[in-house]
Nanobody
Framework: QVHLVESGGGLVQTGGSLRLSCVAPGRTVGTYKMAWFRQAPGKEREFVAA????????YYADSVKGRFTISRDGAKNTVTLQMNSLKPEDTAVYYC?????????????????WGQGTQVTVSS
């Protein structure tokens, strides 16, 4: 079992920045990749970014490329999402997820464990 704890959400103006963190204190060797997904009201959950623990290979949704950066700290079992140049359309609940080596990194079904989510609101 992997318990994920997210933090760092909040309210920010357009063009501002936020930093989300996800701690996985119970991470096992079976956890190969971590990701952030988001869900806005009335919309489906969508992929934002993912990273592998080994090698730090990163993946991004086209909508956040160049603005968001995902990183990991294996020693602290922490994954961070630095979000810059935020837009109102980035408003959503952001979820951290952990997955094994199986499945495509951008697909939600590839992740076995999910955090409770943290709200990000970008005002115009």
């Amino acid at each position: 079992q992997v318990h994920l704890v997210e933090s760092g959400g909040g309210l920010v103006q357009t063009g501002g920045s936020l930093r989300l963190s996800c701690v996985a204190p119970g991470r096992t060797v079976g956890t190969y990749k971590m990701a952030w997904f988001r869900q806005a009201p009335g919309k489906e959950r969508e992929f934002v970014a993912a990273i592998t623990w080994v090698g730090g290979v990163a993946y991004y949704a086209d909508s956040v490329k160049g603005r968001f950066t995902i990183s990991r700290d294996g020693a602290k079992n922490t994954v961070t999402l630095q979000m810059n140049s935020l837009k109102p359309e980035d408003t959503a609940v952001y979820y951290c997820a952990a997955g094994t080596i199986y499945g495509m990194p951008k697909v939600a079904d590839a992740y076995n464990f999910w955090g409770q989510g943290t709200q990000v609101t970008v005002s115009s």
